[in-house]
């Protein structure tokens, strides 16, 4: 897909959130150097999250660093959804004709369910404080996968090429020959082209609960001839017979729900794969395996980022769970050198 032609004032403002982006890490780095200064080991910080905010905070009081670096993530988090936003109304009677003709052209399908109840995790969250989620506008879709995803958050984020990761890790599956593959947490379909890409001759199914970032999927599909179906559904509930796939995988999904989803989550993946079949899981690196630092700096941005769920999920052990709920060699490790991604590998026996 092309690049979102934006206009003159979209895009002086979007370029803006990403040089205040790249000011915002430059201000982490400060934050951190001044943790050292202050003689402050990182071992010897308290082990309750909250406990050790509040004690980082105090000693940072007098930073100004670390004042500016605050002040900075909740100005970026609240605007940039709606510099995206306005960015895109700007542009709308330009390229809306364009994302109709590709939604009805074929020949992937995407079927939306008007009676999907959302899950009370879900409904009305700004997701990391982007206005509108992941479905309360129309156009969410080209929205959050064009223009925040594609011309913003690439552009700053701060552990490598987001669309080269997303292709890295199908190289760590055990198997070569998926043809029935499902992804969860389609979203508007980054992970399912580097899917497609990877394994060309196989038929992709993508569920998720937004249809606007569906149809931004739908668009993708189509534009590059890919036949994938694309089902409005949620992740607990496959609406999908037993056995009916060779690989269930999702890539930064797990951490925008709660224990109890991702429990749900797992059963289903189990009982829709085929006997022989792969799950892999692709998500954010769990804080047991982080420093006592990077996880503060982490667990801080996700609270005051609009990441709900971040907190919950990222102390969980996904591999243990997924052996909870019957997938018996479920492991967990990260991809070197950061440990991100982290992937939860299993196959149903
Ligand atoms: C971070 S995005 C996924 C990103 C995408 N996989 C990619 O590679 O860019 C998370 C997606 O999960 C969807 N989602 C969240 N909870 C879900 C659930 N229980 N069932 C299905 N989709 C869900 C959201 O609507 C959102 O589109």
């Known amino acids: 897909m092309n690049e979102a032609p934006l206009l003159q004032s979209g895009r002086s403002r979007l370029d803006f959130m990403v040089s205040a982006s790249r000011g915002l890490g430059r201000l982490h780095g400060a934050v951190r150097q001044q943790v050292d200064a202050l003689g402050i080991a990182p071992d010897d910080l308290p082990d309750d999250l909250d406990a050790r905010d509040a004690f980082l905070c105090d000693q940072l009081a007098g930073s100004d660093a670390f004042h500016a670096a605050d002040a900075l993530q909740g100005y970026l988090g609240k605007e940039h959804g709606r510099v995206a936003r306005d960015a895109f109304n700007e542009i709308a009677p330009a390229v809306l004709p364009e994302l109709e003709a590709l939604e009805a052209k074929g020949p992937a399908t995407l079927t939306v369910d008007p009676d999907l109840v959302m899950p009370d995790y879900f409904d009305g969250v700004d997701f990391h404080s982007t206005l509108g989620g992941w479905d309360r506008h129309e156009q969410q879709g080209y929205i959050h996968g064009e223009i925040v995803h594609r011309l913003m958050v690439a552009k700053v984020f701060p552990l490598g090429d987001m669309f080269a990761q997303r292709r890295a890790v199908l190289k760590e599956l055990p198997r070569q020959d998926y043809r029935d593959i499902l992804e969860l947490g389609t979203s508007s379909g980054h992970f399912t082209v580097a899917l497609q890409q990877t394994f060309p001759d ?122 909870e709920e019957g997938f018996a060699d479920a492991t967990g490790r990260g991809i070197a050198p950061k440990n991100f991604p982290w992937l939860v590998e299993a196959s149903k026996a």
């Open 202 to 323: 196989a038929h992709i199914t993508g569920i998720d609960l937004a249809a606007p970032m569906l149809r931004q999927a739908l668009r993708v599909a189509n534009e590059a001839g890919w036949a994938w179906t694309l089902k409005q559904m949620a992740a607990e509930k496959l609406a999908f017979a037993d056995d009916s796939f060779d690989l269930v995988t999702a890539y930064s999904f797990l951490h925008e729900m709660p224990e109890s989803a991702i429990r749900a989550i797992y059963r289903e993946a189990l009982r829709v794969l085929r006997p022989g079949g792969s799950l892999l899981i692709a998500d954010i690196t769990p804080y047991a395996v982080q420093d006592k630092m990077t996880m503060w700096r982490a667990d801080r941005s996700a609270t005051h980022g609009g990441e709900p769920w971040w907190r919950e999920s990222a102390m969980l052990d996904w591999a243990a769970i997924a052996r």
